[in-house]
Nanobody, 118 residues
């Protein structure tokens, strides 16, 4: 069974930066669309950024455009989320997601907490 493990979350001041990492094991990410979602208590999980893995196709939530960047390193089987100019409303648990473009099989990570506070 494949696994996704996120890391890089933590406490950061408003305006600061964090880089989240998501390492896949027991499957390869190259045929997968890779995404980052986030969730706060009482709210639905929302899509933050996605990378189709085909032709560099990426997509971002309007709330993070220009501040967050998703990238992948297929050789390291890892996807990243660079988060700059963080705001208190960015605080959430961030989840990594993989969806195979051919089989549609999905994996979720367990999440990493991001707290934005002074």
């Amino acid at each position: 069974q494949g696994q996704l493990v996120e890391s890089g979350g933590g406490l950061v001041q408003p305006g600061g930066s964090l880089r989240l990492s998501c390492v896949a094991s027991r499957f390869i990410i190259s045929p997968n669309a890779m995404s980052w979602y986030r969730q706060t208590p009482g709210k639905e999980r929302e899509l933050v950024a996605s990378d189709s893995g085909v032709g560099g196709g990426t997509n971002y939530a309007d709330s993070v455009k220009g501040r967050f960047t998703i990238s992948r390193d297929n050789a390291r089987n890892t996807v990243y989320l660079q988060m700059n100019s963080l705001k208190p409303e960015d605080a959430a648990v961030y989840y990594c997601h993989a969806r195979n473009r051919y089989t549609k099989y999905e994996y979720w990570g367990r999440g990493t907490q991001v707290t934005v506070s002074s």
